[in-house]
Nanobody
Framework: QVQLVESGGGLVQPGGSLRLSCKAS????????MGWFRQVEGKEREGVAC????????EYADFVKGRAFISIDESGNLMEMDMNNLNSRDTAVYYC?????????????????WGQGIQVTVSS
């Protein structure tokens, strides 16, 4: 049973930074993408960034390019994303997910497992 646990959310001031972490357990494959999605109430979940378990390379949505960095540790069980220059539009519930059999994908329907989500609020 794959389980994902997110941490690192909270209240951040505009222009500030944060690190989101996702710890996975129960993964039995070596080939998958781990990704961050976010969702605002009343809107669809959108992909933020993902990382390949094979080589650690990342892929980013246009709205975070240049202000986010995603990484995965050698065990493939810990993914982290640093985001900076945060603004109010970044306020959302952030979800960690795993897409088995993919190197990179930001398509929600290609993800097999999800964490419970963590709130990030950007406000002064």
């Amino acid at each position: 049973q794959v389980q994902l646990v997110e941490s690192g959310g909270g209240l951040v001031q505009p222009g500030g930074s944060l690190r989101l972490s996702c710890k996975a357990s129960g993964i039995t494959s070596d080939y998958y993408a781990m990704g961050w999605f976010r969702q605002v109430e009343g809107k669809e979940r959108e992909g933020v960034a993902c990382v390949s378990s094979e080589d650690g390379s990342g892929e980013y949505a246009d709205f975070v390019k240049g202000r986010a960095f995603i990484s995965i540790d050698e065990s493939g069980n810990l993914m982290e994303m640093d985001m900076n220059n945060l603004n109010s539009r970044d306020t959302a519930v952030y979800y960690c997910g795993i897409a088995m059999g993919f190197s990179h994908t930001l398509e929600e329907n290609e993800y097999d497992y999800w964490g419970q989500g963590i709130q990030v609020t950007v406000s002064s």
